[in-house]
């Protein structure tokens, strides 16, 4: 196991175009984060799935924004429309509820997505 | 009342000096604290964490403080080296999601 990975790692779109990026977790981790993070900040909550089930979305992801989970593997974030506010780098984490004691789930390198 | 607030915002330190960067939440809903260390292009990596049961948590050269009823805890980083040069994030855990809230960030720079 390798780690959660991401894809692209670097994104750069017009506005007005859509984008999706792909998050493959640790395989036997049954839940999964998208957390977003602008330069100079710490990264801020997106949404989150246990398998498959999508249980809570951040009010910051507007209806622009949609995640899915699949199967409860990997999952995909899509962002329609992309304005120049979109760009930041996108995280992904995953943790398992199997095992409480790690506290901290393992995150992705992240997708850099730079609108012009 | 979600808000991890941390300090300072940046660090400069000499080479075998002690590093300590502090936070402070209001959310009494976290039940575990971790900290996160984040080098440039690259995720947070998890570094140490710490229950709120629990006042000291000391991993290698990183101790956590953690004072429940001020609630606020703080990372010290003793024998400070170049490599640790890095941003460091603290965060708040919610209990049930597991959902982390994490503090602005603070960009340590080690010098030789």
């Known amino acids: 196991d390798t780690g959660v990975s991401q894809d692209p790692r670097h994104k750069i779109t017009k506005r007005g175009q859509n984008v999706t990026f792909r998050c493959d977790p640790i395989?036997?981790?049954?839940?999964l984060y998208w957390y977003r993070q602008t330069l100079g900040q710490g990264p801020e909550f997106l949404t989150y799935f246990q398998n498959e089930a999508q249980l809570e979305k951040s009010r910051l992801l507007s209806d622009r924004f949609s995640a899915e989970r699949p199967k409860g593997s990997f999952s995909t974030l899509e962002i329609q429309r992309t304005e120049q506010g979109d760009s930041a780098m996108y995280l992904c984490?995953?943790?398992?509820?199997?095992?409480?004691?790690?506290?901290?789930?393992?995150f992705g390198s992240g997708t850099r997505l730079t609108v012009v | 009342q979600q808000q991890v607030k941390q300090s300072p915002q940046s660090l400069i330190v000499q080479k075998g000096g002690i590093s300590i960067i502090n936070c402070a939440y209001e959310?009494?809903?976290?039940?575990?604290f971790p900290w996160y260390q984040q080098f440039p292009g690259k995720g947070p990596a998890l570094l140490i964490a710490?229950?709120?049961?629990?006042s000291e948590k000391k991993e290698g050269r990183f101790t956590i403080s953690f004072n429940k009823s001020a609630k606020q805890f703080s990372l010290h980083i003793m024998d400070s080296q170049p490599g640790d040069s890095a941003t460091y994030f603290c965060?708040?855990?919610?209990?049930?999601?597991?959902?982390?809230?994490f503090g602005s960030g603070t960009r340590l720079l080690v010098r030789p």
């Open positions: 965060a708040g855990r919610l209990d049930s999601s597991y959902k982390l809230i």
């Open positions: 984490a995953s943790s398992s509820t199997q095992d409480p004691r790690k506290v901290g789930y393992t």
């Open positions: 395989s036997e981790h049954n839940r």
């Open positions: 959310n009494t809903a976290f039940d575990y």
């Open positions: 710490i229950r709120p049961d629990v």
